[in-house]
């Protein structure tokens, strides 16, 4: 306890802090929003200052909010590292682990080593969240503390306050229907996409950036006509015949009704990796997943022979 305050207050601040919601808080907390909003008037009691701003929509930091934060982070941190350090010589790890992951994702069999990883570690909580903002709302959840790691598709370099771990870099293509114009093309660039119609994703996913930043440095427009958040479901509509998309090859593999046709003279390549904080300490239950995801994915890639 420092002062007044309990660790109980700052895991109640932070929980409203990340989720901007009482109600939200008080459910990822497992207690009534009663309780919680009773804590909150406790501890802004205790440091004499209003540390959230409320409204019918959406809770807010205020100045002195915004200072608390990381401390408050960094003191919880220093309590699980704590815990962490007494659960491993107990033999037995404890805690919850926030992973946050993308849709369609074949790569890597995420319920098979979340499977495992549960047999292994049955005392830690695996909670998993999708963004609806793709990569970039991942990478933003980590770096805020909301989630521990996440899978997500990070070209070029990382954000400030972020660690990416590359596990697969897919080479990207062009899916077309059969029967297309360009289904038997032998040689196919970036200016024979000029006036296509296209499916993509909304800015901030992996896909979107790669190919926004190919077809920019080209100087070639496009217009995108359907936007879709899940990457097998584009290769669904350009399968109808509703436009063309640019895509790593592991979604159109095995496919009926499509082809993958290589762009010449742009280098497409969309890598997927394992996002974390570089700031914030991870857990022991956290690191013991990344290691198993890795010791995964390195056991799936074939041995270059020297």
């Known amino acids: 306890m420092i002062g007044g305050m309990d660790l ?20 990822r907390l497992h207690v009534v929003q009663s309780g919680v909003s009773a804590v909150i008037k406790s501890l802004e ?3 004499g200052a209003e540390l959230l701003e409320r409204n019918s929509k959406r809770v807010t930091l205020t100045n002195a909010g915004e200072v608390l934060l990381p401390r408050a982070r960094a003191a919880l ?7 962490d350090a007494v ?19 074949t790569l890597v069999n995420i319920p098979a080593v979340i499977g495992e990883y549960h047999r292994l570690h049955p005392g830690v909580v695996l909670r998993l969240t999708v963004s609806p903002n793709g990569s970039i709302g991942l ?16 070209p070029g370099r990382p954000p400030a ?3 990416v771990r590359e596990l697969f870099r897919e080479r990207m293509g062009l899916a077309v229907p059969l029967g297309h114009r360009l289904a038997e093309a032998d040689d196919i660039g ?63 593999r095995n496919r009926s009704g499509l082809v ?18 570089s700031v914030r300490p991870l857990s022991a239950a956290a690191r013991s997943l990344l290691a198993l995801i890795e010791g995964k994915v390195q056991s799936q890639k074939p041995e270059t022979v020297s």
């Not at 037995?92 to 369609?104: P, Q």
């Not at 993958?260 to 904080?277: A, F, H, I, Q, Y």
């Open 260 to 277: 993958l046709k290589p762009v010449r003279d742009v280098n497409l390549e969309w890598p997927l990796g394992l996002v974390t904080s």
């Open 77 to 83: 941190d220093a309590v699980q590292e704590a815990r």
């Open 45 to 47: 009691r205790e440091l």
């Open 87 to 105: 659960d491993e010589v107990r033999g037995g790890l404890r805690g919850t682990v926030r992973v946050g992951t993308l849709t369609s994702i």
């Open 190 to 252: 970036l200016a024979d996409l000029e006036g296509e119609l296209f499916i993509d994703f909304p800015p901030g996913y992996g896909n979107r950036i790669v190919v926004d930043q190919a077809l920019a440095a080209a100087g070639v427009h496009r217009h995108v006509a359907i936007e879709v958040t899940d990457v097998g479901e584009a290769a669904d509509f350009v399968r109808e015949g509703l436009g063309l998309t640019l895509l790593p090859e592991f979604i159109v």
């Open 139 to 154: 990478v933003e959840a980590v770096r805020d503390g909301m989630l521990d790691v996440a899978f997500a598709s990070v």
């Open 8 to 27: 109980r207050h700052l895991e109640y601040f932070v929980a409203v802090a990340e989720e901007r919601n009482f109600t939200r808080a008080a459910a």
């Open 161 to 163: 306050g972020v660690r």
